[in-house]
Structure formats: C-alpha cells, structure tokens
C-alpha cells in the first residue's frame, strides 16, 4: 500500500458496489483494480450474500457485483492516474448501483 499522502479513507455505505466506489471516487469502473490492490481485505455484506442464495457464513469469496460492507473504511488513491476529475465533479450524490 501506498504512503497517506494521495490516500483518503471513505467509509462504505449501504448497498455500495466496488463498481460505486470506483464510479464514485475515481470517475471511472477501470479503477475497480487499484481499489483491490490498496484494500486487500474486502467483504460483501452478509446481508447480501444471502439475499443473492449465497451461504454467507461458509462462502467467504468476494463478489463484485454484491454491496460491500456497509461501514467498512478504504483507502482511496487520490493520486492515482485514473482519477477522472471532470467526471468526480458532476457526480452530486454517493453512487449506489440498487436497493436492497
């Protein structure tokens, strides 16, 4: 992982995508890699997992298209080449993909 300097924390909110987060903090879904790289311990929400049929307490593999943990702090790479500026500026609301 990176210094801090570059890095912000967000704290997940509920039913928010690594695909949010990256359209959210970065401006672009090609940042979905970095998130990965710089926060190697993230988790779907359980909550998720079952509503999709999948075993939460035994299945412990990540989804990408499941909500993640909602409350769990990341690290964010404000220094990153793929921070699209032009884009994070239009975005006027936290980026959830759907409701459970």
């Known amino acids: ?3 801090l300097q570059g890095m912000k924390k ?7 995508t690594i695909f949010d987060i990256a359209s959210q903090e970065y401006g672009t879904c090609e940042a979905v890699g ?3 790289k710089e926060n190697g311990t993230l988790a ?6 079952v509503a999709a049929g999948i075993d939460a307490v035994n299945d412990k593999g990540f989804y990408f298209d499941l909500p993640l943990e909602t409350g769990a702090v990341i690290q964010i790479d ?3 080449r793929l921070v699209r500026k032009s884009i ?4 006027d609301k936290e980026v959830t ?4």
């Open 10 to 16: 967000v704290t997940i909110k509920p039913n928010q």
């Open 88 to 91: 994070i500026r239009e975005i």
């Open 78 to 80: 404000t220094d990153s």
């Open 34 to 36: 970095i998130i990965l």
């Open 1 to 3: 992982m990176k210094h």
């Open 44 to 49: 779907n929400d359980p909550a998720a997992k």
């Open 97 to 100: 993909t759907f409701n459970l």
